[in-house]
């Protein structure tokens, strides 16, 4: 009798002590589950954000006009109404500015405000605030570029992108209230 009773005790203790192993092992893998759905999130938003900002610089590097000195103006900007709608797309990508990185960011606010520059009801003018632009224009477009390529194959990162400096305040707010989100904060 007793040792039925040592064997069902037994069986007992291992079936109460596999149910908190599992029950462990099953909050451990919603976290990962949760966390890899909250990168998958960002990263999407992160790859819509990208497209927009590679959009408007396909456009500047595959239209250019040439003047009759040899030297080139981007005549997607020749117009008013081409640079508003030039600008436009570029305040819709600052609005996305939280899902790209700081100098993204910068290179995009400040090709937006050398276009407000060049801004002019005077058709002649804008096309010569244009052509003065122009080579600051350039630089901020290589810079623009050059920094799309390196966020690009940094992209899949999204924990080292979300402890950037500018990010990491509005995510503590956000998430920290969150139990599991605790857990993987810093």
């Known amino acids: ?29 919603k976290k990962i589950d949760y966390r890899n759905s909250y990168y998958k999130i960002v990263l999407d938003k992160r790859m819509a954000a990208y497209e927009k900002i590679q959009n408007i610089l396909s456009h500047f590097f595959t239209i250019k006009y040439y ?9 997607e900007i020749d117009t008013k109404e081409k640079l508003h709608v030039i600008r436009d ?23 937006d405000g ?46 080292k992108f979300l402890c950037e400096s500018r990010h990491k305040n509005w995510f503590h707010k956000k998430i920290s209230h969150i139990p599991i989100a605790r857990d993987w904060i810093d």
């Not at 040592?6 to 149910?19: E, M």
């Not at 003047?67 to 005549?75: E, V």
């Open 114 to 159: 050398l276009l407000q520059n060049c801004d002019n009801n005077n058709q002649d003018i804008l096309i010569c605030n244009i052509k003065k632009s122009n080579e600051d224009i350039k630089k901020i477009l290589e810079n623009a570029s050059n920094t799309l390529n390196s966020d690009l194959l940094e992209l899949y990162d999204v924990p």
């Open 67 to 75: 003047d009759y000195d040899g030297n080139y103006y981007y005549c």
């Open 89 to 111: 797309k570029i305040k819709n990508c600052i609005s996305d500015g939280l899902f790209i990185s700081l100098k993204m960011f910068s290179a995009i606010r400040e090709l």
């Open 1 to 29: 009798m007793e040792w039925g009773n040592i064997s069902s005790g037994t069986v007992l203790a291992s079936g109460v002590v596999s149910a908190i192993i599992s029950s462990i092992f099953g909050v451990w893998q």
